[in-house]
């Protein structure tokens, strides 16, 4: 489906087209459509399908055609999991509402609660942020939704798995307005807990699925290797990073001490690396995830920070450091690349501690994903196997011989109470005296 098709304000087509998108993907075609007419929404698809236009559109054109509810209140709230991918979503807000006389403000944590106040004072009509900030702003009594007309969750999964739905719940709460539409995606549907919630937030949202997130990536070219121990996944990541062709590369690690040492062990190599940390105040996060953005690097070190929704079209390879202990961040991170129809690279480091991840990994995937030695550093380890007897279907002639054996019945020792025998506890019964002989003692 073609841009120009869209049913919205040429001023919207026209935005569209000066970023160079002329055809819509899958995802928009398919949600487009109903978030125009004002349907409730509940989409999933792979990372990098274009999922955030297919909601800001929808919310724009509204904003634009429709007369605000409330002069006061904010009329579209976006709620995304993490600062960096709210901010990188305010961007794209703020560019598209850029001479529509719609204003946008980014409410996050860990910048200034009180210069965040000043801006909302300014009513802005619409605003992105991340659930923990908003929802103190709320309970603050600095912002009020009963006027919101568009609630979006951009990454609903993520907000859920890091804790945030005692606050999903509070915003949905305040935001209580009966004409208020609700627009939820996320990379996967399959949370439990998500499936609950979608419950409490839309009413008769229309469902849309492109694709499945286990399925494998066309446009991604994936890799394991085997290691011993941190040493030799250093060596492979030296040797591979000095090797491949790639433009930028985001290497992901499991701990926060990781991305200092890797960043300055690929300095060494003059690889331009950066590390980015969860610890760091938000002015620095933000300005390390700018200057990567802008290239002034090659390389990124990170946990799991940069795993979800960021679009950085220059990155051509993904590595995994360590395997991560949820699965469906595996295909969050290898997401980072190959998107929009470009071609990317991942490869991964499986090591002893990485195994069980490994083995989810697999069992999770629809697609065959095996690990290899490397070929100038192989390592000794080559897995676990499991071990037999384990489970109970691993011997199952054992179990049926052992069924097959007739349980012999104990035999039961009858006792006589009139015997006077020692049995225990037993109640004895003695012999009825003869009261027509006369005693004894009386003859």
């Known amino acids: 489906m073609l841009v120009t098709d869209l049913p919205v304000h040429h001023k919207i087509i026209s935005k569209l087209e000066s970023k160079n998108i002329t055809t819509l993907t899958e995802i928009q075609e398919r949600t487009m459509l109903p978030g125009i007419q004002g349907k409730d929404i509940i989409a999933s698809s792979k990372t990098g399908s274009g999922k955030t236009f297919a909601f800001l559109v929808p919310a724009i054109n509204r904003l634009m055609s429709q007369k605000a509810l409330s002069r006061q209140d904010p009329r579209a709230l976006i709620l995304a999991p993490t600062r960096e991918l709210a901010k990188q979503v305010f961007i794209e807000a703020k560019s598209m509402c850029s001479g529509l006389s719609l204003s946008c403000e980014l409410i996050v944590g860990g910048e200034n609660f009180n210069d965040q106040v000043k801006g909302l004072r300014r009513n802005p009509h619409i605003i992105v942020g991340t659930a923990g900030r908003i929802a103190d702003h709320l309970i603050g009594k600095s912002m009020y939704l009963n006027g919101l007309e568009l609630l979006i969750f951009d990454e609903a999964d993520r907000m859920l798995d890091l804790g945030f739905a005692a606050q999903l719940k509070l915003i949905n709460k305040y935001a209580d307005h009966r004409k208020r539409q609700t627009m939820l995606f996320s990379a996967t549907l399959d949370n439990i807990e998500l499936k609950h919630m979608t419950t409490q937030l839309t009413h008769g949202a229309v469902r849309v699925a492109v694709g499945s997130s286990t399925g494998e990536h066309g446009d991604i070219e994936q890799t394991c290797f085997f290691a011993d121990n941190v040493s030799n996944k250093d060596e492979i990541l030296r040797f591979e990073l000095a090797k491949r062709q790639y433009n930028q590369a985001i290497v992901f690690t499991a701990t926060r001490e990781d991305t200092d040492r890797i960043a300055a062990l ?32 090659s390389v990124l070190v990170t946990t799991d920070l940069a795993s979800r929704g960021l679009d950085l079209s220059k990155v051509g390879l993904v590595v995994n450091f360590d395997l991560p202990k949820n699965a469906d961040e595996y295909i969050h991170r290898i997401g980072r690349t190959g998107r929009a129809g470009q071609k990317g690279e991942a490869f991964s480091l499986v090591g002893p501690r990485d195994w069980n991840s490994f083995d989810a990994l697999k069992s999770h995937l629809q697609y065959a994903l095996e ?33 097959a054996k007739p349980v012999k019945a104990k035999p039961v020792r009858r006792v006589d109470p009139m015997e006077g025998a020692d049995i225990g506890m037993v109640p004895v019964k003695r012999k009825p005296r003869n009261t027509s002989e006369p005693d004894s003692e009386e003859e």
């Not at 060494?268 to 690396?273: F, P, R, T």
């Not at 030695?373 to 192989?378: C, G, L, M, R």
């Open 266 to 297: 690929l300095n060494q190599d003059n690889l331009e690396a950066i590390a980015l940390r969860g610890d760091l105040a938000q002015h620095q996060r933000a300005s390390i995830m700018s200057s990567f953005s802008r290239g002034q690097q």
């Open 371 to 403: 690990c290899k030695p490397h070929d100038e550093f192989s390592a000794k380890f080559e897995g676990f196997t499991k071990k037999k007897g384990a489970q109970g279907k691993d011997k199952p002639s054992a179990n049926k011989s052992r069924a």
